[in-house]
């Protein structure tokens, strides 16, 4: 018999019980956290980098950290894929040195680094497409609408047959 777990690491992903994909994004924040520490010398306010090799190295080295696998955890909730944009925008206002008063939409655009859930959106969107020319006729099944399939109720004050 196997041992129930509350969640499993499989291939660098982590799959709790219910499927919502908090524990794996705590994870992946706590690594984001820890990365951004490590190369705060090179992408921090005091650093001599260019703002835009500073920007290079943050998506080399902390964006693929928070997106390995978001094509499936990218349907967690609002709240916690809010838990991986804010230390984005924290990174990003220490890469522009700016205060506080900067808004992160201004931080976005300006450097041209797009919020998590447009990413999510994106990388869906090519996984999708990837998965439409697919020469596998089984996984033309995974991208067709499914039906909404809902089991008939009975009120009681329905008539009966």
């Given amino acids: 018999m196997l041992p129930q777990v509350e969640s499993v690491k499989y291939l660098g992903l982590h799959f709790d019980r219910k499927l919502n994909w908090k524990e794996h994004i705590a994870k992946k924040r706590k690594q984001t956290d820890l990365k ?92 999708l497409n990837k998965l439409e020319s697919h020469p596998n006729p089984l996984v033309e099944t995974l991208t067709q609408p499914k039906r909404n399939r809902r089991l008939k109720r009975s009120w009681t004050s329905d008539p009966h047959d």
């Fill in 36 to 127: 951004a520490k490590e190369i705060n010398w090179l992408i921090g306010r005091n650093s001599n980098l260019s703002l835009e090799n500073k920007v290079l190295v943050y998506k080399a080295v902390i964006k693929p950290i928070w997106t390995y696998g978001i094509e499936l955890w990218g349907c967690a909730s609002k709240s916690n894929v809010a838990n991986i944009q804010r230390p984005q925008s924290k990174i990003l206002r220490t890469i522009a040195n700016a205060p506080w008063f900067v808004s992160n939409h201004t931080l976005h655009t300006d450097l041209n680094i797009p919020y998590v859930s447009e990413v999510i959106n994106e990388r869906i969107d090519k996984h």
